[in-house]
């Protein structure tokens, strides 16, 4: 199933709210998402990234049939690391193991080597999350290495892989 990746739109807020009420995929993203994740939340996250500096955060909705599926944004880092760029991306559950991830993280990252001069995108999922890493497999990500005890999740100390893409 493909998708398409666009800039988010006020509008979007009420499918991206019931996208984020899912434990499933809280669980796999870092904290400071609130839940329940209201409509407000949404707004005030799209208002966030609509009005964000546009050479250092690329954030857009991941569309599917003309529906919100989930959203992916690439993160420039700062001082000696200003040419490389941290990704992060979910799907509601609806649209797991269809490649709709995989897709967009190919698209959003040909975006950012196409339109700037970042050289090298990373991405750290959890190394239990194995749908997540596969997705960046897939988009031709390698991974460097694993980042033992790396984080604290829901009280649970965490390793977690570093993949890269490289321009």
């Known amino acids: 199933m493909d998708c398409k990746i666009r800039k988010w739109r006020p509008e979007d807020a009420k499918n991206l709210s019931e996208l ?11 904290d400071g998402l609130p839940f329940p994740y209201t409509e407000s939340d ?5 208002s966030a990234m609509l009005s964000a500096d546009k050479n250092s955060v690329f954030a857009f909705a ?14 420039r880092q700062e001082n000696i690391h200003s ?6 991306y979910y799907l509601g559950e609806k649209y797991w193991n269809k490649g709709i991830a995989t897709s967009a993280v190919i698209k959003a990252c040909d975006f950012v080597f ?3 001069d970042i050289i090298r995108i990373f991405a ?11 997705v960046l497999e897939k988009a031709g990500f390698v991974c460097e290495g694993t980042l033992r005890k790396n984080a604290v999740k829901n ?11 490289l321009k």
Do not use: H, Q
Not at 62 to 75: L, N, Q, T, Y
Not at 83 to 88: D, H, I, N, S, Y
């Open 42 to 46: 949404a707004i005030d996250y799209i």
């Open 114 to 116: 196409k339109n700037t």
């Open 62 to 75: 991941i569309e599917v049939d003309g529906e919100v599926a989930g959203s992916i944004g690439i993160f």
């Open 20 to 30: 984020l009420n899912n434990k499933k995929i809280l669980d796999n993203l870092r």
């Open 124 to 134: 750290e999922p959890f190394s239990r999350n194995v749908a997540s890493c596969r």
């Open 155 to 165: 009280g649970i100390v965490e390793d977690m892989k570093m993949y890269a893409l």
């Open 83 to 88: 040419k490389t760029a941290e990704t992060g």
